[in-house]
């Protein structure tokens, strides 16, 4: 049996592409336009959307898979949670003005995530798109981070550097740390499934390059989130080597002798300077007056705002505050800055979002995906990102890499006929 070619396939991938370049550049928010926040990506973004629109309304169908289905049910009791927290803010009277600049954030991560699914390979496009992502913000950041490297640090509109910190394009260094989060595992699988000595080599030139981009933001969360996550995945390679189906005497030494013996001796070498490390950086972050304490009395009285509407929340604001709930800063944790927001409906939707996301990626046995994933969960603790568009491509790339492996498998069955 033989399958027909796809000829719309090049048209689906620039989509793809164009996709991902425009959710690379929404980190580029020096270069917004001042006093809106409209920038290059955003207006990528929305060509973007318009063009998926015509298509689809010519197509005159759209992807129906339970999937798409139930990612469209979670915006859309989203944003009645949204709505009735809004309400339910008006009557409590802690409404905030700043609704201006968190609800079209919202909308458009919901409108372009949403119109990215429906198209027919809404489910097997984001590996191309996360792809594009690292292919535009690699080369991007490593250009300006040399030029901050030989002392040029602001090229006309953009300050590369917040202190010691390399912000890019970005306005606060952590914004890029959340471009950077994810792709350097997304770039193991793009490695992986590289073909060619000279694909391969830019591949790892993007991989190394993304690191290095990550590394030089500064940022404790990326560290964190990075540590945790990379601990995991090896932990499953060894875990694989002793236990996977294609064991060889070659991975069972790996796993019993090589890599424990690595681990070992790489933790007696450097606990003494990691332990030192770790320590005057737990005093600096948690000391008096520091970040740190700021950063507990903020969650404190995020989660001290959300018991006054706790079903739907308050709708889109800032409602913490260091001494006090209500004085209009945002918690620094989007798990409590959602509950702010949509209440307990809004934040058992995330969770179940994120948990069928961790799911899919379990069942196609994606470690990579996986861990990637775990890397956003633990990274938004510590900051407000669920109005970045990237955050839901992020999560969106992790969720259908099990629909992916599936057609996959499936495709092959067809072939093999």
Do not use: K
């Not at 969360?221 to 090896?234: P, Q």
């Not at 080597?241 to 060889?248: H, I, K």
């Not at 929340?313 to 620094?332: C, K, M, N, Q, W």
């Not at 259908?400 to 072939?415: F, K, P, Q, W």
């Amino acid at each position: 049996m033989t399958v027909a070619v796809d000829s719309r396939r090049p048209v689906r991938r620039f989509a793809a592409v164009w996709l991902g370049v425009g959710l690379a550049l929404t980190s580029a928010t020096q270069l917004r336009l001042p006093g809106l926040p409209i920038g290059p990506g955003e207006l990528i973004l929305l060509g973007w959307m318009l063009a998926e629109a015509v298509v689809l309304l010519q197509r005159g169908r759209v992807n129906a898979v339970l999937a798409v289905r139930g990612y469209a049910l979670f915006w859309g009791l989203t944003t009645l949670a949204l709505a009735l927290g809004s309400l339910a803010s008006v009557l409590h009277g802690t409404w905030r003005t700043d609704y201006a600049r968190n609800l079209p954030a919202l909308g458009l991560s919901a409108a372009a995530s949403c119109l990215a699914l429906l198209s027919p390979d809404g489910l097997t496009r984001w590996r191309t798109v996360v792809r594009a992502v690292l292919a535009t913000i690699t080369p991007c950041m490593v250009a300006l981070g040399l030029l901050a490297a030989a002392g040029r640090t602001n090229l006309g509109p953009l300050a590369t550097l917040y202190e010691l910190r390399f912000t890019g394009w970005a306005e606060n260094p952590n914004q890029l740390a959340l471009v950077c989060l994810p792709l350097p595992y997304f770039g193991i699988e793009w490695l992986r499934s590289a073909r060619g000595f000279w694909r391969r080599s830019l591949v790892l030139c993007l991989l190394l390059g993304i690191v290095g981009v990550g590394l030089a933001t500064l940022s404790d969360a990326l560290m964190f989130s990075w540590g945790i996550a990379t601990m995991l995945l090896v932990a499953y390679a060894w875990w694989h080597s002793l236990a996977g189906a294609r064991r060889t005497t070659r991975t069972v030494a790996f796993g019993v002798l090589i890599l424990p013996a690595t681990i070992l001796v790489s933790v007696g070498v450097l606990m003494p300077t990691l332990e030192r490390l770790v320590e005057e950086r737990v005093q600096a972050t948690y000391g008096n007056n520091s970040q740190g304490s700021d950063r507990v009395a903020l969650w404190t009285n995020g989660i001290q705002a959300a018991i006054r509407s706790p079903l739907f929340g308050l709708g889109p604001g800032g409602y913490s505050g260091v001494t006090r709930p209500f004085d209009g800063i945002e918690a620094h944790n989007s798990y409590i800055d959602w509950l702010d927001a949509t209440g307990l409906v809004g934040l058992t939707l995330l969770a179940g979002l994120l948990a069928w996301a961790g799911l899919s990626a379990m069942r196609a046995g994606d470690a990579t995906a996986f861990v990637s994933l775990i890397a956003v969960c633990v990274f938004v603790m510590f900051h407000y990102v669920l109005r970045q568009p990237l955050f839901w491509c992020y999560v969106l790339a992790v969720g259908a890499s099990g629909y992916r492996a599936r057609l996959l498998v499936r495709t092959a069955t067809l072939e093999a006929r």
